[in-house]
Structure formats: C-alpha cells, structure tokens
C-alpha cells in the first residue's frame, strides 16, 4: 500500500502539533465517555491536545433521562471552560469556536441517526443520545460506541496514531475491539463489527459459558472477569489443600479478587497468579491472531484495565501472536502495543467525531 | 446503513441484465484463472454474461514463462473469439470494445503492479504477470489474488449480488477467502487479508500441523485435504479391525481416497464418512462465526470443490454459525450461501477487474 496516498476517510492527523501558545484559535470541541461505573468529559482542541477534564460516577439510576441530564451537565462545564468561565452555553460559540459535543456510549449505537440501540450495561434500548443533546446545548453532537471512539482517539493521537490499518481491543470487564482499515472506522453494515469478544475460542461443550448465551467466546477466557473467575477458583482449591497461592488471602480479606489483585500477586511472584495471566494473555493471542490474519493490520493496540499489566500480558502476548498468526500477516504486522491515552481515549477520540472530517463509513 | 447510498468502490451491477441480443456492442474483457492445475479463460461482456470459455491444465513445467506463453496464448484465443475469428490480437480493439485482460493467479499480488509476490503452487516469486502480458497482448492487464477474483465474481453475477458486505470463502485442497466491505474489495495494506484458513481453531500443542508452519489452523481441519487425511486414517483404523466403512474399500482399490468419494458415501450413508464431514463443517461454522463477528457481514458465501457437497456441508455449517456467533451479529447475516459460479468465478472476476470501476483499495 502506498502511504502516501490520500485517504478518502478519517484524516489522521500526522504533522507534529504547534506548541499550544500557537493554537490559541484552534476549533475545541467537547468529548463525553459514557461508561456504565463512570463517565468522563474532556475539552480537547482540534491538535487532540486535552484543555480541561471532569470524571465522575455515572448516576446510579440509569433511567435515560437522568443519565443524559448528567451528561449535558458535565458538557456545560467543559463548554464554560471553553468559554472562559461563562456558564451560558447559546453564546459560548460566538466566543470560541466549538465544533460540537461527541459521545461514546456501551452498546451498539447508529451513528447516522445518534441513537444508542441497545446497552446492556445501562439497560438502555433505543435512546436518542444525539437529538437529546442537540436540544438541550444547540451544538452539533455525535454518538457512537465506546470502544469505537476509543479506537478513534487511540488512532488520533494515541499508540495507533503512525497507522492507518489496526485494531484496537479493549480488555477490561469484557472484550470488544475497534477497526481502522485504511483510515476509515468499519462499524459494518449492522454496526457490530469487531466483535472479538465473542469469537468462539474454547469450542469443548463445558466451555464456560458467556454473557451472550454461548459458550467458550473470548471473552469468557481473558477478560478481566474471567481472570478473576480463574482467581475465585485458584484461591477456593488453595483453602480446600490445592496448590498454595497468596490469591487465597486476598480473597479470605476482601472476599472477592481484582484482576488488579492477580497482576500485583504475580509481579509478587506467586506462581498461581502468573499462570492465570498467563493462560488469559494466551487465549486473547489466539483472539488477536485471528484477527491479524483476516484484517492485515499494522498495528494492535491493546487498551482497557487489563492492558494496564503490560508487563505481564504483554510478552505473553506477542509470543502467542506469533506462534498463530499466519506468517505473512505476521510479518507486516509492525506491533502489537499497549493503549496510549489510559481513560482518557474514548473522550478524546468522542472529540475527534466532530473534529475530524470522517466518511461515515 | 443506508444500502441505496452509492459505494465509493467497486460499482456491484444490480440492475436486470438485459436479453443477449441486446448487449451485442456492450465491451468484453478476457478473465483468466491460473490455477497450479488448471487454466480457466473466459471472454466476458460488461453484464457479466459469458461469451466463449476455454479450460486446459495448466502446464506441467511451472517456469513463468512457460507458464505465461500458454496464458497469453488463451488470452489470444478468446480475443479472437471477440473478433469473430481473427487470431490477430493487436487489431481486435479495432474491431470490437475488448477493455482488457485480467488474471488471477495463486499467492499474494500487488495488484497496483501487477506482480505475484509469491506463489507456492507455482514455485513462483516475484512474476511481473502483467507487465508480460501486456507487452504481448497490447492491452490493459489487471491482476489480483485468485481467492479475490471469485470474490469479485460471485459479487458481481453470483451469490453475494445482492449483498454489499459480504465474505467469499473457498473451501477446496486450502481454505482462503476474500472480503468486500461496503462494496469494496479489503485486500489488506500487505494484501493479505482474509488469511481465514490460517485463523488458530485448534490450540492443542499436538494439533495436526498446517503448511504454513503452524498448528490447528482452520485449513488443517476443515479443507478437501483435512478431510482426506482423515479419510485414510479411519479407513487404515476399519483396516485394522476398527470402526467398518466403505472408505476402506475405496482405500483399497484406489490407493487414496478423495473429498468427494467422503461426499458419496456420507450420501450412501456411511456413518464414519458422515462424521468426517461433518466434523470439517463445524470447524468451518467456527471459523465463519469468528469472520462474521469480526466483519459484520451481510452474507457469508462458500465456494471451492468442497462446497460442492453443499447437502453434506450446509446445514452443520449452518447450525454452528447460530451456535458460536455473536447474536446481534448472526440476527443482522442474511444467509450462508453456496457459490453459484462454480469454476467460472475466478474467471469471471478476473474479467470483472477490468470491466467494472474499483478505487484500489
């Protein structure tokens, strides 16, 4: 591929940023990621620089209308900030050139029409994020999902930013992933591309069994649940006389284990700790080859709370990405890295929905 | 999506082709398809109606220029064909609107040059394929993958017309596939995507062991040839005094046995032949589920000789996708489809590189 070649989607931005007391005029725009625990907002400017940040708690009722009310609160905000302190948003355009407000939402959204279909985690079906906002701010907002823009601004200004083909795969809770091929986001025609969470891995018929009804996805092997599902189980065999792990004292303190817990046990050098991250980095390396040889990424970019442990999932990793990728896909893969931007990438690439030209593809 | 919205890439014909009679001045194209067994040519007209065909082995000496001088010398033929019987190529233009010859060969290509990067089946590296032919022929040349020529083909005139977004995937000796995403070709920035044979399925360490230097890829459990091997080997276990079946006899007299000759006897109902089909069919449905989760797609296309035994293939292909896809992405896939051209894909394709408007992607 020529990379020199103009994209005919998303422009991703390569030349080196000015210093910031040359973009004072720089168009600004407000990102929103709307997590199911928190929702974070972010002022970022159109060199994908971060102006002003709030992160709070998602209000514990998720009825729409609440949860929407917090987000255009937290948008006034950054939308004064813009404005120098004044809390009235109709004028602050005139003062400052916002383009707009994006948003990130859990769950398949139409980005054409700004409506969130479905969120599991929110228990939302069908909510029209994007004609909410617009109402109550009078600014261009748009919507999408949140490992989709998280994508974006790991592609923006992130660990994906030298490429224009790669993934972006969030491990945390559960598993999901962003597609860039060749500059434009692939949503596919159904909006649910990239789902590698739920790519068949364990095909026995006791695989475990997965929040989507099947049995065995990805997800149900290297997500942060499932290393804590492994820990549960490591600990529970420890206090019953199987093999010793520390992972048994953390669950009798605590009464449950953080994926977090399991990383500090296994930097601590507790062997059953090591082997679970071990075994989770393993099976999301068969994810990842799968992947790598039907898309021909550049690029992998890892983020989410687990990718936090780099140090353990990502030798792992690579190592199992390159015993099952097929060889040419390997070959031309130039790295498989961890996520740049920790989580602030899906507020600032909901930034770059209104800052950056797309093709909607 | 939107599917009335025009693709910026490659144009799909969707409208009713008109009556034969009609389409007497529409422009043709040579397609050829350059397997390491056979060679397959075709003039084709700008609906996609065949005109004239010509099949022979390809030849037995793999040297590129052997190799190349019998291609052109089928190009020729069916230029004359165009010309009504004039075996003069450089005059054909004259005489009627040929837009080009185009190629399909084994093995990665650069299609903006033209060039077969690799080709185990041929023992080919670096082959300028189109530089030569049209050095000879005079006319424009495209060249591309195989596995993509009969993609581009069943979405031009067969199985994947009506769809934008859709995977076409060859299931003979190997397993490929190609991609189109919203009516453009995804060929991969090293032109090597859809590598779905080499997706990881089984991740044992003594999984049987691929060409490509890998173990358990798909292609090892799901091809004509995974299916063969394990043909022999229960024939030899019935042999032995294990499980009876007729493969024994077909071992016996025939010192192999063949994909199809699983196929007959599964159909004379041979319960150990259906097992072995049937197995290869849910490895397939478990590569197909990762594919569909991964592209979105709208359909899901199976071509090569082995879908030939669609009765046999279908349904457990089918019944597994439901099983191990994501739901909201197997609700959105309109159907798993048998190829509907046969042989003739590649070929037809191929012709389609020069006759239809692609943007090189």
Redesign the interface.
């Known amino acids: 591929?020529?990379?020199s070649k103009p994209s005919?989607g998303l422009t991703l931005e390569r030349e080196p940023a000015p210093l910031p007391s040359e973009s004072e005029d720089v168009p600004l725009a407000v990102g929103l990621d709307l997590g199911g625990t928190t929702l974070t907002g972010l002022l970022v400017d159109a060199w994908g620089h971060i102006r002003a940040r709030r992160r709070r708690g998602t209000p514990a009722d998720k009825d729409p209308e609440t949860v929407l009310t917090a987000v255009r609160d937290m948008a006034v905000e950054l939308l004064a900030e813009a404005a120098g302190g004044l809390r009235e948003p109709a004028v602050i355009p005139l003062l400052r050139p916002v383009a707009g407000v994006g948003v990130g939402v859990p769950g398949?959204v139409d980005p054409?029409r700004g409506v969130c279909l479905f969120s599991p985690n929110l228990g939302w079906r069908d909510v029209e994020v994007a004609s909410y906002l617009h109402e109550s701010l009078g600014l261009p907002v748009k919507v999408d999902n949140d490992v989709r823009v998280a994508t974006l601004g790991e592609g923006w200004v992130g660990a994906a930013r030298p490429f224009?083909?790669f993934i972006v795969i969030t491990v945390g809770t559960g598993i999901g992933s962003g597609?860039v091929?060749?500059g434009r986001l692939?949503?596919?025609?159904?909006?649910?591309?990239?789902?590698?969470g739920?790519?068949?891995?364990d095909?026995r018929p006791d695989a475990p069994l997965c929040g989507?009804?099947?049995r065995g996805?990805l997800e149900t092997l290297a997500s942060g649940r499932a290393i804590e599902t492994e820990a549960r189980a490591a600990a529970e065999r420890a206090a019953e006389g199987g093999e010793a792990t520390s992972l048994a004292g953390v669950l009798r303190d605590k009464g449950r284990i953080s994926a977090r817990d399991v990383a500090d046990a296994a930097r601590a050098g507790d062997a059953v700790a090591r082997r679970i991250f071990e075994t989770a980095a393993e099976h999301l390396g068969?994810g990842v080859?799968?992947?790598v040889?039907?898309?021909?990424?550049?690029a992998v970019v890892i983020g989410g709370g687990v990718a936090g442990a780099w140090d353990l999932l990502g030798p792992v990793l690579e190592r199992t990405v390159r015993?099952?990728?097929?060889?040419?896909?390997h070959?031309?893969l130039r790295g498989i890295l961890p996520a740049a931007l920790g989580e602030d990438a899906g507020a600032v690439g909901a930034a770059s929905l209104v800052l950056v030209p797309q093709?909607g593809?």
């Open positions: 591929m020529d990379s005919g398949p054409e224009l083909t597609v091929l060749d692939w949503r596919g025609p159904g909006f649910s591309a990239g789902e590698i739920h790519i068949p891995v095909t989507c009804g099947r996805c068969v080859a799968a992947a040889n039907l898309f021909n990424p550049e015993e099952r990728t097929f060889p040419p896909n070959r031309f093709d593809m």
